[in-house]
């Protein structure tokens, strides 16, 4: 599985971004896509997951800001992100799962929040 995102840039506290990923190679072994981002100093953490019924779930600091949505025909995955704060600041990568449990990543995109 191969995974290209889009979207990320420069926006000011309180704007919006809308991120997307196309899946290409064997998409029907995915089970669920995701959102994770990456800052220098910290971990890679999950901030949204999709299954293939559309079962949505968020990291705590964005439930109600962030929106993921995937299209199975498509193979995209989006997250509208709203309400941006600074600490939201990371490169964003999607994230394939197949049923096997093995994640498949792109290679990311940086997202900036400014105050």
């Known amino acids: 599985v191969q995974l290209v995102e889009s979207g990320g840039g420069v926006v000011q506290a309180g704007g919006s971004l809308r991120l997307s990923c196309a899946a290409s190679g064997s998409t029907s072994d995915i089970s669920a896509m995701a959102w994770y981002r990456q800052t220098p100093d910290k971990q890679r953490d999950l901030v949204a997951i999709?299954?293939?019924?559309?079962?949505?779930n968020y990291k705590d600091s964005v439930k109600g800001r962030f929106t993921i949505s995937r299209d199975n025909v498509k193979n995209t995955v989006e997250l509208q992100m709203n309400s941006l704060k600074p600490e939201d600041t990371a490169r964003y990568f999607c994230?394939?799962?197949?049923?096997?449990?093995?994640?498949?990543w792109g290679m990311g995109t940086l997202v900036t929040v400014s105050s």
């Open positions: 994230s394939a799962r197949d049923y096997d449990g093995l994640n498949y």
């Open positions: 999709i299954t293939n019924d559309r079962s949505a």
